[in-house]
């Protein structure tokens, strides 16, 4: 259906009832939200409204659609409407305004800088003042196709990056939404996207109000390193961030750099852990909510709901921080602990409470009846989950068997039952990619078949995905000429045994190595990191010109109260970021995405 020209950014926001929700969703937001991550939000609500609040009057804002949601991450549309909002437009329906002021909230690309011309070519805002914020950064490019416009650049009164970089996700890791960066560098080799994330870490460095120490791993880590630190040396800007004062609670010192590429393996295995299954089912979205089909959710006999009925459904409460990072062995003893506490709270004995006790029972009731509903849900969703885990259990020992027994030289039997059964496409890929890393490369005759099976089950779109894989090494000929990766291959043989990544015996229910999110394998990235970190980077690459930065800084302040930034160039996953939750010295886990087995294979091949 078609978009109407002026929408309403939250559409509960007009309503008592859509006040009410929100309220009670910002105290759940904060419940379970690490100091750092809490902060950076607050800094870019700061920003966005100190943004709004240097123009004066009545506002309209011009959007390119995309950026709806990202900005409705930091503020409603109530809150824009108590900064001087009065409207809100869609880029592409060019509807006029009488409004004295327009921003134009635009995307980085060529095509949205192209609708903006447009619309000021066509849309005649005679007595209104037009502001362009590119988010979350600007584009030399897009700036200078304005400027070529000189009847159009001369409505300006303003073009300028509003740097609302840095998307919160769950309450303990943030990420710029940049899920094609390795699809982009290893297909399209499009390099600006390293130049992206350097912005992002320069930004983030002014939030923090000082360099950071930087330790790299990996060439993607170390060229953004190098563009963070000539950013410093050029420390000038006219971006709104500039003028803020730094974030309060923001206390880091040190900031980690690594590649995905180093293991792309984790990408590729299922995860076990609650918050990293629902992404990897259902696919976690922005402003962290769940979208499923009604009926699977309600129950598939419930006949009076439309099949096509989708149901939305936000997880970011106390109970899902409680449980986000167990393994799903451990959610069924969790949720009874939590089922317990919920009773004994809501079914305390009236009659022998005093007056102040009962007042602040009352008081207290839709708390408890909202996580009782939120509880409700949460066991509907590990249900679900344990189904999906039965559904898929073939697979997960497939990937098991393909990790333990490496073999480069045979088709293996399960392997080529999946793709014959032509469910997946995706797992069919999946599969072979595990058994190429894990094997450091197939035969040729072992490669041909696949792609043979693969082309007889899915047809010629299929095969195409099968040699973007092999363009960006996920899957690979032993000792091929052709193909040949730009990034050098993970090898897992020896890294196997060298960061102990497949464990004899895994706790998972007091888990105290970070494999217990895999069940049986141990993130290559969060290994590193583990290792980085006892013997004090020793071995990392620092980028050029840091060590200025660092005695102007201070050597000695590192190891004083501050925590170590993480981020992972190419995306992270949840299973991943749980792992990372038990070092203690790590404050920020940040990414370029949040990946999961589906996306990052999606995002890979269907990049043109």
């Known amino acids: 259906s078609a978009v109407p020209a002026t929408v309403s950014l939250s559409p509960m926001a007009s309503t008592p009832t859509g006040v009410a929700t929100i309220a009670t969703h910002k105290v759940d937001v904060e419940e379970g939200w690490t100091s750092q991550v809490r902060a950076i939000r607050a800094y870019n609500r700061r920003l966005l409204f100190s943004t709004l609040d240097s123009i004066e009057g009545d506002k309209t804002i011009v959007w390119s659609e995309k950026l709806m949601q990202r900005v409705n991450v930091f503020a409603t549309g109530s809150e824009l409407k108590e900064h001087g909002v009065v409207a809100n437009h869609i880029l592409d329906k060019q509807h006029p305004t009488s409004s004295p002021s327009i921003l134009f909230f635009v995307e980085k690309s060529m095509t949205e800088a192209n609708k903006l011309i447009e619309y000021l070519g066509k849309v005649k805002n005679e007595h209104s003042f ?10 030399y490019a897009a700036r200078q196709k304005l400027k070529d416009q000189k009847n159009m650049w001369e409505k300006l009164e303003t073009v300028q990056s509003l740097p609302l970089s840095w998307l919160p996700s769950e309450g303990d890791v943030v990420s710029l939404e940049e899920p094609t960066l390795p699809s982009r560098l290893l297909l399209n080799g499009d390099w600006t996207v390293l130049h992206r994330c350097a912005c992002a870490l320069f930004e983030l460095e002014r939030m923090v109000g000082r360099p950071l120490a930087v330790h790299t791993k990996g060439k993607w880590s170390q060229d953004i390193a190098n563009m963070l630190v000539k950013m410093r040396d050029n420390n000038s800007s006219s971006d709104p961030s500039s003028s803020l004062p730094p ?15 180093v293991d792309p393996l984790a990408a590729l295995i299922t995860p076990l852990t609650y918050a990293a299954m629902l992404d990897d089912v259902y696919g976690i979205r922005l402003k962290d909510s769940l979208k499923m089909r009604e009926r699977e959710f309600e129950g598939n006999d419930k006949q009076n709901i439309s099949p ?10 106390e109970i899902f921080h409680r449980l986000k990072h167990l393994h799903i062995a451990q959610l069924g003893r969790e949720m009874a602990d939590i089922l317990a506490d919920v009773r004994r709270d809501s079914e305390r004995n009236k009659e022998q409470m005093s007056l102040a006790e009962y007042q602040l029972f009352v008081r207290k009731l839709p708390l408890f009846i909202h996580r009782k509903s939120r509880l409700t849900q949460h066991m509907r969703l590990n249900e679900l989950l344990v189904d999906a885990m039965h559904d898929k259990y073939e697979e997960t020992l497939i990937e098991r068997e393909l990790l333990s027994s490496p073999s480069s030289d045979r088709v293996v ?11 997946s496409l995706h797992s069919s890929l999946r599969l072979v990619a595990i058994q190429s890393i894990a094997a450091e490369g197939l035969k040729s005759t072992v490669l041909q078949t696949y792609r043979k099976m693969i082309f007889q089950s899915f047809g010629v779109d299929a095969l195409n ?21 730009s990034y050098a291959p993970m090898l897992f043989s020896q890294q196997k045994k060298e960061y102990n990544l497949m464990p004899e015996e895994v706790e998972t229910i007091n888990p105290s190595d970070s494999a217990y999110a895999y069940n049986y394998y141990a993130s290559l990235v969060v290994r590193m990191i583990e290792e980085g970190e006892k013997i004090k980077w020793v071995g990392w690459s620092t980028p050029k010109g840091n060590t200025m930065s660092e005695r102007e800084t201070g050597e000695g302040r590192q190891d004083e109260n501050g925590t170590t930034a993480v981020f992972v160039v190419g995306g992270i996953t949840r299973a991943e970021v749980a792992g990372l939750r038990q070092m203690k010295s790590i404050g920020l886990i940040s ?8 996306n990052i294979i999606h995002s890979l091949t269907n990049i043109l």
Not at 308 to 317: A, C, L, R, Y
């Open 130 to 139: 037009n502001h362009v914020f590119f988010i979350p950064d600007e584009w």
């Open 247 to 261: 974030a309060t609670g923001l206390n880091l010192t040190r900031l980690i750099l690594i590649d995905r590429w």
């Open 308 to 317: 096509d009925t989708m149901k939305e459904m936000g997880v970011n409460d």
């Open 413 to 423: 039997p399960s392997v080529e039952e999946v793709i014959i059964h032509a469910d």
């Open 465 to 485: 995905k099968f040699v973007k894989m092999q363009k960006i090494g996920l899957i690979r000929e032993k000792a091929a000429s052709r193909f040949v990766p």
């Open 591 to 598: 990414s370029s995405s949040i990946v999961t087995r589906n």
